[in-house]
């Protein structure tokens, strides 16, 4: 990485121009630097006679979180840029298509999606995207079931896995979400009006139990390759697309870590319907949609998966009857529980959701806080008793109905 | 490997000559090449004056098992040598001692341990070890513990899985261990009287089901780095000493199944016990010697293995009361369920064990090999009841008592 520097949107310029077949020679470009700065610098390099536009996302060498700096790989870039293209294989309509990666300066020139918006934006706005639940639900069953011995050939499947170790990235998740949540962490980000709910889980013992299960997991469970961070801030959408970004904390590990993510942000959305003014039946409407959308991902997952388990697995022995039923209940369970996970980080961990944080009323604010613990402690305390998705939204909806005791 | 062909005799002189401090400068070196010819060239270096002696172990790029041949990867003695060298800083007195790995020429030089045995054929002399159950129970605790997240820093972990990506060889246990003895598969070595019994293997479905659940274990469960092949032909034995060898199976996976390894192959010494002529009371003892030795190798693994647990961890979340249980007790189930699959795959699988072929009375051997597959069988069938090594002893004691249907 000898080579390596931090591009100017004049560099930008001058590296885009250089890639064939991407701009007309000698055509005018433009370029902004659109990221936030904490962990990359984003480039979006527009062709002023044409309109056309890429992006050129850089990883900086360290990460930025609550003004707090540390020295980050640069081979996630690398790992971003190869799982992309590993996803694009799988979905090509799911991901951005990438032009080029470079590894000297850890760099992936991909598709510009600016005619898209952020997902969790999307939610805060109440937008409602009647597709996402069969796009997601179809990523998911494609990126995990042919990264896994499942649909792919064992021996590539071990291979592919030596090219995704990430140990870096996967401190992060192993610390801020299996760790500092359930005890009284310095990384931990805790308002003051919920300290008795947070610390309620630090000394939950039968909490901790799950969670060291669901971390184990997360440490040793080398099922497929998973997306790694798959939230709402990961997705990109409007109404007849969806485009998931951001895997540079791809590695192998648990599918229902995945799944869970995007079940999760649903649910943490769900939660944030609290503090946000709005009619009683327009925010039970939009709840409404919210929680079909949990069981129509998982439904559309689940009905894909099967559909290449039984039509494109590549493994004689998993065909044994009764074993996908096994696996599938086993999935379910592992997604509840990282489902809950996922929720109680973004409430008392380092890094929060919008959708919750940026209610201004802190009664409100605290509302959807509490119930977001809520459900994500259930879904973590009967992860392993779950047979059916309807029970993980019956918690959801039971929590909500039962009120808080403030 | 460009610089790869295999030593004559004389070439594994000179190369021993030219390692620094293992022979007096000048001094007379013989040389023996003392392999079976089938996966490595093993030469013994003997120096004439002080009578030392090392050996040479180099891989042949390919494996010939049952007059076949096929190409078969030289990385495969970088893995030995790395695992012998792990294991040795964890475990000095149980393993030989490398004095010099060559990448090159796919050699390892290492410690003779010709005064010892192979404990396969001290099992068939019916010689016992008092030592060997606290030997190898220490080995699984500590290779076991130290490697996995639970006794090794997370990140450290991942970067040493990556190094024991090992595909070649574990698809030779994928195949032969958890596919082929369950189906008609060309593989497969079954002799003509079992041929029923074999034929009931294939049309299990229940034991099917059970044995698809393991081998995914095997190929997704990464939880320490495995001697990936602990039969009694991989460990050298005397009275006072025990020595590991041949981890060239090493990979990161399930930890039962190397305990399983140990058990099976003293379980199936205790089947073939039906076929050595002696009378019924020296054969009941040496049965009760090996079923003792059964539990031992459980009870000193699992005293050990908690006892670095609650002194050496390193990880504070699996400290969550009830969580070292939890794992324990799934650790015995999976070491039943690879127990099992380890005992079936000796009888009708590739390759057999010397403890049953080599009974001479095709009657005795016959009831050896079913006693063998009966015990097999219903330790996978019952693996994810198993509370208690107990049981594993009385179903196999059980199996004795309640003799044949031949």
Known sequence: ?????????????????????????????????????????VFRITEAGTGK??????????AKVVGESWPLTLDRARIESEALMIEEALCPDLVPH???????????VMEDLS?????RRGLIERNQYPLFAEHIGRFLAHTLFFTSDLGKNQQEKKLQQGRFINPELCKITEDLIFDDPYRNSDNNNIEAHI????????????????????????????????HGDLHTGSIFIKPDSTKVIDPEFAYYGPMGFDIGAVLANLLLNYASQE??????????????????????????????????????????VFATPGYQDYFVANLLRDTVGFTGAKMVR?????????DIDKIEDAAARERAQRLALRIGTIAIRTNRQVNSIDELIALATQAVERGFAL
Chains 1, 2 share one sequence.
């Open 195 to 226: 300290r008795d709910a947070a610390e309620a889980l630090w000394n939950d013992s039968e909490l901790h139990l799950e969670v060291a299960i669901l971390r184990n997991k997360f440490l040793t469970q080398s099922q497929a390759l998973l």
């Open 1 to 41: 990485m000898s080579n390596y520097h931090p591009l100017t949107e004049a560099q930008a310029i001058a590296y885009a121009r250089q890639i064939p077949q991407l701009f007309q020679p000698g055509s005018e470009l433009s370029s902004q630097e659109i990221g936030d700065g904490n962990l990359n610098l």
């Open 346 to 354: 973004r409430v008392v961990g380092l890094a929060h959701v919008a």
């Open 115 to 119: 005619d898209h918006v952020i997902m």
């Open 275 to 316: 503090g946000w003014s709005q009619d009683e039946e327009s925010r039970s409407a939009y709840r409404a949609y919210l929680i079909q959308t949990v069981k129509d991902v998982w439904t559309h997952f689940e009905a894909n998966f099967r559909a290449l388990w039984n039509e494109r697995g590549v493994d004689r």
């Open 98 to 108: 990438v032009y080029a990666y470079d590894a000297d300066l850890a760099l992936t």
């Open 53 to 62: 536009s890429i992006i050129i996302k850089q990883a900086l060498p360290y």
